[in-house]
């Protein structure tokens, strides 16, 4: 089965522990589902924050989803001046008959104003 990356964002209101959790694990449900995968479909995933995040990992958010035996990680996102704040960022990497032209991106809340540029944007607005 092909392996594909799928690219998502969300941004946060505020840095607080229980909304982060929340946007994220929104995040990753709507990835999921709109590229009708699973959590055994899930090779790995990289979650990014921008540097004015620190209330919790990201990642720690899809392990509360059950994810206990996918590789998740975090980092932090460049500081660059002028970038949206409270972002936070995935990466995943799935196996999935999609073709590349047919994976779903998922931009939530502010973030969707990210990557205008894609077609397969579902964006959630605020």
Do not use: W
Not at 37 to 48: P, R
């Amino acid at each position: 089965m092909p392996i594909r990356a799928v690219r998502g964002a969300t941004q946060l209101d505020v840095d607080e522990r229980e909304h982060l959790l929340d946007r994220v694990a929104e995040l990753v449900k709507e990835v999921l589902h709109s590229n009708e995968l699973d959590t055994e479909d899930l090779i790995s995933a990289i979650f990014t924050a921008t540097p004015d995040i620190h209330s919790e990992f990201p990642a720690y958010a899809a392990r509360l989803m059950g994810m206990s035996d996918v590789p998740l990680i975090c980092a932090q996102e460049l500081d660059i001046a002028g970038a949206m704040p409270l972002v936070i960022r995935l990466m995943a990497h799935v196996d999935t008959e999609l073709p590349r032209d047919q994976i779903t991106h998922v931009y939530l809340h502010g973030a969707a104003a990210l990557r205008r540029d894609l077609t397969h944007v579902h964006a959630v607005p605020d």
